[in-house]
């Protein structure tokens, strides 16, 4: 009688065993063909990040002014904890802008500060984020690293602030000159 129940014990205990096995093996089946993967085959794969990603940092260019919007205001700079921010400013008045912008991003906490603080849209985080570096030299990103369009933009960008500096100034002379004029021909 005693083997009886021993056996009975053992044989439940079995069946016990083997349901919690199968209820195991269907979460497994479960998430290898029903379920999306969520692992992806980085770096071979990359995933999508949110737009409201904080990345690498870019100087929206205007197409339509052929420039870099940025006008060297400084009020970035001045925004940032951290120094990471400098600039080298090009022109001035309503032809301002930056002929150097250069970030340090070993220091940069992303933070925003510094977008939030630009009057002028003119500075933005993208979504690039393989920004490791065996350098501390490779974390320093300058005004051709940052605008989207790369060296050409730059130049464009001082052709533009620079073409437009001398034709104020043409512009101020051939007033200056007209005023003369008109006060020589006045006393005459
Ligand atoms: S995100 Fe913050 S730390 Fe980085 S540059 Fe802007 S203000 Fe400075
Ligand atoms: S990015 Fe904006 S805040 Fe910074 S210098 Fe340029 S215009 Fe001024």
Not at 5 to 21: E, N, P, T, V, Y
Not at 117 to 146: K, N, Q, W
């Amino acid at each position: 009688m005693y083997e009886r129940q021993k056996k009975q014990s053992r044989l439940s205990d079995f069946m016990s065993s083997l349901a919690g096995f199968c209820r195991g093996m269907k979460v497994t089946f479960v998430n290898l063909f029903e379920r999306e993967k969520v692992t992806i085959s980085y770096p071979y794969e990359k995933r999508t990040v949110s737009p409201r990603y904080r990345g690498l940092f870019y100087l929206p260019y205007d197409e339509e002014a052929g420039r870099l919007k940025c006008v060297g205001c400084t009020l970035c700079a001045q925004a940032c904890p951290t120094n990471v921010i400098s600039m080298t400013k090009l022109g001035a008045g309503k032809h301002a802008g930056v002929s150097e912008f250069t970030m340090d991003l070993g220091r940069c906490m992303f933070c925003d500060l510094c977008i939030e603080a630009c009057p002028f849209d003119a500075i933005h985080m993208g979504p690039s984020y393989e920004l490791a570096t065996y350098e501390r030299s490779g974390s320093v990103f300058r005004i051709e690293d940052l605008a989207p369009g790369g060296k050409a933009q730059v130049e464009s960008n001082s052709k533009t602030i620079k073409a437009a500096l001398e034709a104020e100034a043409a512009q101020k002379a051939s007033n200056a000159q007209k005023s003369t004029t008109t006060t020589t021909g006045g006393h005459a």
